[in-house]
C-alpha cells in the first residue's frame, strides 16, 4: 500500500503517516525474539513505514537498542525516527521483569525533566540507537496521570523552568527538527501549550473511537497553535481489539462497567456497517484531520499484516461517516 506523508506541526519535517511504534520492542508484556524483531522492521519498511517511535522506557532502553541496530543497515535521511526524554536510565541490577517489561537491558532509572536530564537522555538515546541526531522528541509522561500532582508540580517546574529550552537549544543546534510532549492525558499538554509552543504531542488513548477526551479543548489549541498530533494507543489498552469481553482492558487495566456498555454499543454500529471493532477505531484514528501520523504498536508480523491489510478494505459511504463523526 502507498503510505501518504504529512507534514510535522509548521516544521520541514514529514512524517508516513503510518508509524511503528517501539514499545513491544522493549519485551512490553511479553518477550520477543531479535528474529522476530527485525521481521516487523522489515515488514514495516517493505510496507513504506518510515517514521518509527521508541524510548528509553521501553525494556529499560531495549527497544531503543533493537530499532537502533536494525535502522543502522538504511540511509540516515531515508527515515524519520523518535524517541522520548524525562528518564534517565543507568546501569543498575538485571531484573526479570519491571514496569511491564520482560527481561529489560540492566538499567536503573530517574526522571528528571531539566535541562540536565533531558540533554543526558537525549545523549544516551543517541548512543543506544546508533545516531547522532533525532527528527523528534517527546518529553515522556509528564503530568499528574503518571506522576500525581505532588511530584508533577516539581517535574513542571524543572520542565518549564529549563528542560523546554534545552529542547529549544537541541533543534537550533539541528540535533532534533521537531520536539514536543508524549503523553496519556490532555490536561497536561493544554498546561503546557500556554506557556510554551510545541510542534507535535503524541497522544495515547485520549483521541480514540471510545475516548474523544481531546476533543474537549486540546484539538482547538492544537488548531490554533500548528500543533500535529501522533496518535497512539488507538485500540485503547485492548478494548477496540477484543470488543467487550470477560477479561477488557482499557487505560491499562480492567474496563469499568461503563466503558463496556459503551464498546458494546460501538461494535453494534461498526458491525451494522460492515466493520469490524478494530477496523473501525483504526480508520477513526487514520481519518482524523488532527493528527500526521498513527502508531501501530506490536512485536508480531502477523499483527502489523492485519492491520495494514484492514487499511485496504474500501468503506462504504455510511461507514466512512461513522468512523469520522
Known amino acids: 500500500m502507498a503510505i501518504d506523508t504529512k507534514r510535522v506541526g509548521q516544521t ?21 525474539s531479535d528474529e522476530d524483531v527485525v521481521a516487523v522492521m522489515d515488514y514495516a519498511w517493505a510496507a513504506g513505514i518510515r517514521y518509527f517511535d521508541t524510548a528509553p522506557h521501553y525494556g529499560r532502553g531495549l527497544s531503543e537498542q533493537r530499532m537502533g541496530a536494525y535502522l543502522k543497515t538504511k540511509p540516515r535521511d531515508a527515515y524519520v525516527l523518535s524517541t522520548k526524554v524525562g528518564r534517565v536510565l543507568s546501569p543498575g541490577p538485571q531484573l526479570a521483569e519491571v514496569d511491564g517489561f520482560i527481561n529489560p537491558l540492566p538499567n536503573a532509572v530517574r526522571y528528571d525533566y531539566s ?129 467487550p469481553v470477560p477479561g477488557a482492558t482499557f487505560d491499562y487495566g480492567p474496563a469499568p462497567q461503563e466503558i463496556m456498555d459503551r464498546v458494546g454499543q460501538l461494535k453494534a454500529r461498526a458491525e451494522a456497517l460492515g466493520l469490524t471493532l478494530a477496523q473501525a477505531a483504526l480508520q477513526f484514528a487514520m481519518h482524523h484531520p488532527a493528527a500526521c501520523s498513527v502508531l501501530l504498536g506490536t512485536g508480531k508480523v502477523s499483527s502489523l499484516q492485519r492491520n495494514l491489510d484492514t487499511l485496504e478494505i474500501p468503506l462504504s459511504d455510511e461507514a466512512l461517516s461513522f468512523v469520522t463523526t
Open 12 to 32: 520541514d519535517l514529514h512524517v508516513t503517516h503510518l508509524s511503528l511504534g517501539g514499545a513491544n520492542l522493549g519485551n512490553m508484556a511479553r518477550e520477543v
Open 115 to 243: 535541562a540536565d536530564g533531558i540533554r543526558e537522555s537525549f545523549e544516551s538515546s543517541c548512543e543506544r540507537l546508533g545516531t547522532s541526531h533525532v527528527d523528534i522528541v517527546f518529553c515522556h509522561d509528564i503530568g499528574i496521570y503518571t506522576h500525581g500532582a505532588a511530584d508533577n508540580a516539581r517535574h513542571m517546574e524543572d520542565f518549564l523552568g529549563s528542560g523546554i529550552q534545552a529542547l529549544r537549544d537541541l533543534k537550533q543546534a539541528g540535533r532534533i527538527q521537531a520536539f514536543g510532549l508524549g503523553v496519556n492525558e490532555s490536561q497536561v499538554c493544554i498546561d503546557v501549550m500556554k506557556e510554551t509552543p510545541l510542534d507535535v504531542i503524541l497522544l495515547a488513548g485520549r483521541l480514540t473511537l471510545l475516548d474523544r477526551e481531546a476533543e474537549e479543548e486540546l484539538l482547538g489549541l492544537c488548531a490554533e497553535q500548528g500543533t500535529s498530533l501522533v496518535l497512539g494507543g488507538i485500540l485503547n489498552s485492548g478494548i477496540l481489539a477484543t470488543g
